[in-house]
C-alpha cells in the first residue's frame, strides 16, 4: 500500500497539473462515478486543488464535488499530456480526467467515490483520519499524545494506526523504529516521553525528505525509490526494510523480521540495535 508520502506527492504532481483547469472530459469505468457525470456533470467544472489527507487523496471540484480516492495495494495515479502514451493498459484504467492540457488516469484504483463536503465528514474510514506528520501546521505534542492515548499498542502497530497518526505504513514504521533504536514490540506504555519524541520526530524528517522537490518525478505519480539512510548509494537506501538476514548497517548484527499487528505486517528490525528492554542512541 503506497504511504503517506508518495500520495502526498501525487496530490502535488495533480495539483500542479491541473490545478484551475477546466475539465473537458469525464470517462470512468465505475458505474457509480460515471452516474454523477450524467446526472450533475463533472466536465465544465474547474479543478481547484487536489490535496492528500493521510493515504487518501482529494480532488476538489466547483460546485462542492470532490473525488475521494484511496490507492490501497495497487492503484496508482498518472498524468499525460494529450497524445502521449500510457505506461499501463486501458483495461487497468478507472478514471480519466482530462483538460486542455492534461490527462489525469487513475489506474486499479479501488476506492473512487464523489462527495460534497459535508458527506465526506460522515465518510467512514476517512472522518477518522489522524493528524499528519507532513502537515503545515505539525504539532508534536499532539502527535505523542495521541501515541499515548493507546498505550496498550505495541509501538510498531501504533505508528501506522492511521486514526492516530496518518500517512505511516509498514516501510517507515521499521525505519523510524530502528532510527531511534527501540524495538517495534515495546509496548506504548514501556516508552518514556522522549522516546516518544523521536519517533515522532524522526516519522516527520523522514516523510519531508522523501517528499522533496527532487525526491519524485513532477511529471508521472509513480513510486520513486524512498531514503531514510541519507546515503547517495541505492543499495544503502534503507536501514532495516526488507533486509531480513543481512548485516545491520550500524553494528553488523543480523536484522531479524516477525510479522506483527492485527493485519500480520512484516516488521524488521536490528535485535542488538533496538532490544526489548533500553534504547541504543538514535541512528
Known amino acids: 500500500m503506497p504511504e503517506g508520502d508518495t500520495i502526498y ?3 502535488r504532481t495533480l ?10 472530459s469525464f470517462e470512468s469505468v465505475l458505474p457509480h462515478l460515471s452516474r454523477v457525470q450524467v446526472d450533475q456533470g463533472v466536465a465544465g467544472r474547474t479543478i481547484e486543488n ?4 493521510g493515504k487518501w487523496l482529494l480532488m476538489y471540484f466547483s460546485g462542492d464535488l470532490i473525488l475521494l480516492s484511496h490507492m490501497l495495494m495497487s492503484g496508482s495515479w498518472h498524468i499525460y499530456r494529450p497524445g502521449e502514451t500510457w505506461q499501463r493498459r486501458r ?3 478507472r478514471v480519466v ?9 487513475a489506474f486499479k484504483v479501488p476506492v473512487a467515490e464523489f462527495h460534497t463536503a459535508n458527506s465526506l465528514t460522515r465518510r467512514q474510514g476517512f472522518k477518522s483520519v489522524g493528524p499528519s506528520t507532513l502537515a503545515e501546521n505539525f504539532d508534536e505534542s499532539e502527535l505523542i499524545a495521541r501515541l499515548r492515548a493507546r498505550p496498550d ?22 525505519e523510524i523504529c530502528f532510527a531511534c533504536g527501540i524495538n517495534p514490540f515495546r509496548t506504548v506504555s514501556d516508552l518514556t516521553d522522549d522516546d516518544l519524541k523521536c519517533l515522532v520526530s524522526k516519522a516527520r524528517k523522514f516523510m519531508l525528505a522523501n517528499v522533496a522537490e527532487a525526491s519524485g518525478d513532477k511529471i508521472t505519480t509513480y513510486l520513486p525509490m524512498r531514503r531514510t539512510t541519507g546515503r ?3 543499495s544503502e537506501r534503507l ?14 548484527s543480523v536484522i531479524v523480521s516477525r510479522k506483527q499487528g492485527f493485519d500480520a505486517r512484516t516488521s524488521f528490525w536490528c535485535p542488538l540495535c533496538q532490544p526489548v528492554g533500553l534504547k541504543r542512541a538514535s541512528a
Open 15 to 24: 495539483n500542479l497539473a491541473l490545478a484551475g483547469q477546466t475539465v473537458t
Open 97 to 105: 480526467i482530462g483538460t486542455p492540457k492534461i490527462l489525469a488516469v
Open 239 to 252: 536501514w532495516v526494510y526488507k533486509r531480513a538476514g543481512e548485516p545491520c548497517r550500524h553494528c553488523g
Open 91 to 93: 483495461f487497468d484504467m
Open 50 to 53: 487536489v490535496a492528500a489527507q
Open 9 to 11: 506527492r501525487a496530490a
Open 153 to 174: 499498542l505495541e509501538i510498531g502497530v501504533s505508528l501506522p494506526t492511521q486514526s492516530l497518526l496518518s500517512g505511516i505504513g509498514n516501510i517507515f514504521k521499521s
Open 232 to 234: 547517495a548509494n541505492l
